[in-house]
Structures are given as structure tokens and as C-alpha cells.
């Protein structure tokens, strides 16, 4: 279980999460509403005042912070994983950024669905903004590890998400049960507890990555019944003084365990069986991991600054760093570079593979990138889509 990844681990890091929330109604509007409701009738369209259109919603500086520091680190831990083999401390760092990144990117995605409810217009962006770049990517890292990797029985097929695509399908899955989470008087231990039992059958299989979306589903869950101020208590000053001994302390137990163990427990995606483990430790290391990506998340949360910075605009390009850096990584591999420069896996090495990982993603972050992309991560598809009556 604790294997060094394979030549084409499924790795994650996450599409814009953010789901629109209700705005308050205009001036114009609300008189309109309270002449209604004053007099009786409908006020008189040629003296009412033309409603005026909404301000475009603002975005939150802090979240998109977070996302982009994620994404960074989401593309380093997979640069790393080439040459951090005999560096100790590499794996070490690697262990401690799995723990989290994957766990703060799905906690956010939760709370930017707590409004989802299967709505015609939801749906419609659930299907241009998930489903789409799931099809497009999946089937783009099949041929690309095919004709490139040289991999020619690589099928194409979307039951067996490649690399990182899985985060994309397993964001699917999720929002479409949120309603069902949403109702539950207790969401958050019925989710931890099929995460419990998905780690203790080996059963469930391969397709569509099912092990890692129910394992990393109480993240999400948990993410649905937070509120903004449960996230005002993870910036406050005495959360960010703890998170420094926190991370020291992670580090530290990291490099203790480096060597003993192994790497699948973070990548939940495989049940303990299939780790060589005996089956009661799955239930063991899922509420372990939990707790650890848990507090290890808040501790990153509350390090991200909340003003505006200057990378705070590719904060709304996170997909399509996320999406790309994959191409890189791989295609790194794929052409031996990894292997022909084996002075990658010294020190310095690995600060030139970091720098340049996180300069791509910042790169492929940008808003000439996120237009030239927008085909496949944003598409429109009012024409695949019925409209809706006028007034409903």
C-alpha cells in the first residue's frame, strides 16, 4: 500500500467549485413588490422602474487564494514523485502535502454545493463545468499515455479514471447525492462511516475510482454543513500561531514514518486488503487520515491570506491548472528526462523541479490560458438544453 506510485497513478486537484448563492433583491425590484402588496395590483409597466440588473457576484479573495496555493502544491507532490525516491526528507514532505491538499481542495468543493438541488440550471452547469471536462480529459490522457507513453493497450474509456481525472467524477457523484446529505440530521459520521467500510472491502472494484470517492467523501460532506462562520473561527490569529508547531510536528512524524509506511494510505484508493494490511486497520487509518487531513487543512486554511494578492486572480483558473500540469508530469516521464538526470533527485535538484512545477501550474492558471480553454472547461450548452418557460 505504501508502494511508490505507479507510471500512471490516478493523482488529484480540483475544477472551479463555486456555486452561485441567492443574491438580495435589487431597489428597483422591491418596490415593484411593495406597491404589489401595498395596493393590490401589479404596478403600472409604464411608471414602474425598470428593474436593474444584478451586480455580478464578488469573488471571495480568500477562497481563491486557497485554491491556487492548492493547486501549486498539487503540482509539486506530482513532480516529486519521480525523483524523491532515496531522499527521506522528500518523502516526507510529499506524505505531509498528501495528507491535506487533496482534503482542503474537497472540503471548499462542499461548501461551494450546499446549494445544490438538481435544478434545471445547476444541472446544466454541473454537466458543462464537471461531465464535459471529465469526457474531454479522460479520453485526452488515454491517447496521450498511449501514443506518447508508448502504453498501446491503453483503452479509452471512461469507467477507469487515468492520473487526476477521478477528482472530476468523483465530483459528479457528490453533488448529485448532496441533496440526500443535505437532508440527513447527521451527515457527517454516516459519511465517515462508508468511508470506514469502503476501506475493508476490496470488493468495490476499480471503475469509475469508487474506493477513492467514498473514502474522501466525508471531506465533502463536511464541507456541505459548514457555514462562513465556522471558516471566520479557522483565520482567527491563535488558529494561524498553532498551525506553525502543527506542520513541524507533522514533519516530523512524517519522516519517522517515511520508510515503514506506505504511500496508498493517502491516495485512498485501494482497501486494506489490496494493501497487504489486515482488514481492521482500514477502519483504523481511514478515521486516522481523517483526523490528520482534517487538522492539517485547517492549519493550511488559516496560513492562506485573506487579502487580495497577486495571484489572486488565477484563483478562477485552478481547472485548467489542474487539468494541464498532468501533460507536463507525465510527459517529463514519458521522455526520460526524470531517469537521464538522475542529479533531479539530489537537493538541488529538487528545488529546480519544485520551482518549475509551480511556475507551469501559476502559468497555466492564467486568463489567457482559462479563455484559450474554455471550450472544454467551460463550454456552453444552452443548445444541448431545453428552455424554460418565461415565469417559471
Not at 74 to 95: D, I, Q
Not at 276 to 287: I, K, T
Not at 316 to 339: E, N, Q, R, W
Request: hydrophobic share 50%.
Amino acid at each position: 500500500m505504501f508502494s511508490a506510485p505507479s507510471a500512471f497513478q490516478r493523482a488529484p486537484v480540483p475544477p472551479e467549485t463555486r456555486e452561485s448563492e441567492p443574491r438580495h433583491p435589487q431597489p428597483a425590484a422591491t418596490a415593484a413588490v411593495a406597491a404589489r402588496t401595498s395596493t393590490g395590483t401589479a404596478p403600472d409597466r409604464a411608471t414602474a422602474p425598470a428593474a436593474a440588473p444584478a451586480p455580478a457576484k464578488q469573488r471571495d479573495a480568500w477562497f481563491d487564494n486557497v485554491k491556487y496555493l492548492a493547486i501549486v502544491l498539487v503540482a509539486v507532490a506530482h513532480a516529486w514523485e519521480p525523483v524523491m525516491e532515496g531522499s527521506r526528507a522528500t518523502r516526507a514532505l510529499y506524505m505531509v502535502v498528501y495528507s491535506f491538499h487533496m482534503p482542503a481542495f474537497i472540503l471548499v468543493s462542499g461548501y461551494f454545493s450546499r446549494s445544490f438541488d438538481m435544478s434545471p440550471g445547476r444541472v446544466k452547469r454541473l454537466v458543462s463545468g464537471v461531465v464535459v471536462p471529465y469526457v474531454l480529459f479522460e479520453t485526452a490522457y488515454s491517447l496521450f499515455r498511449r501514443y506518447a507513453g508508448g502504453v498501446g493497450d491503453t483503452p479509452v474509456t471512461l469507467l477507469d479514471p487515468l492520473f487526476l481525472t477521478w477528482f472530476l467524477i468523483a465530483l459528479f457523484i457528490w453533488r448529485v447525492t448532496t441533496p440526500l446529505w443535505r437532508s440527513l440530521r447527521h451527515p457527517v459520521p454516516v459519511a465517515l462511516t462508508v468511508a470506514v467500510l469502503a476501506s475493508v472491502t476490496p470488493g468495490i472494484g476499480d471503475d469509475l475510482d469508487l474506493q477513492r470517492v467514498l473514502q474522501f467523501l466525508p471531506f465533502f460532506v463536511l464541507g456541505l454543513v459548514l457555514e462562513p462562520r465556522h471558516f471566520e473561527l479557522v483565520r482567527r490569529r491563535e488558529v494561524r500561531a498553532v498551525a506553525v508547531p502543527l506542520f513541524a510536528g507533522a514533519l516530523l512524524l512524517a519522516y519517522w514514518a517515511a520508510p515503514r509506511m506506505q504511500l496508498g494510505w493517502f491516495y485512498r484508493s485501494s482497501s486494506a486488503q489490496e494493501l497487504g494490511a489486515p482488514w481492521w486497520s482500514g477502519a483504523v487509518m481511514s478515521l486516522v487520515m481523517f483526523v490528520c487531513g482534517l487538522a492539517l487543512t485547517v492549519g493550511f486554511l488559516s496560513l492562506v491570506p485573506r487579502r487580495p494578492m497577486w495571484f489572486t486572480v488565477l484563483g478562477a483558473g485552478t481547472i485548467c491548472g489542474y487539468l494541464l500540469h498532468g501533460f507536463l508530469v507525465k510527459g517529463a516521464g514519458y521522455l526520460g528526462l526524470f531517469d537521464d538526470h538522475a542529479w533531479l533527485s539530489e537537493p538541488a535538484g529538487l528545488v529546480v523541479v519544485s520551482l518549475v512545477a509551480a511556475v507551469a501550474v501559476t502559468l497555466m492558471c492564467t486568463p489567457p490560458v482559462r479563455r484559450a480553454l474554455r471550450f472544454a472547461t467551460e463550454p456552453d450548452l444552452d443548445w444541448a438544453f431545453r428552455r424554460r418557460p418565461a415565469g417559471r
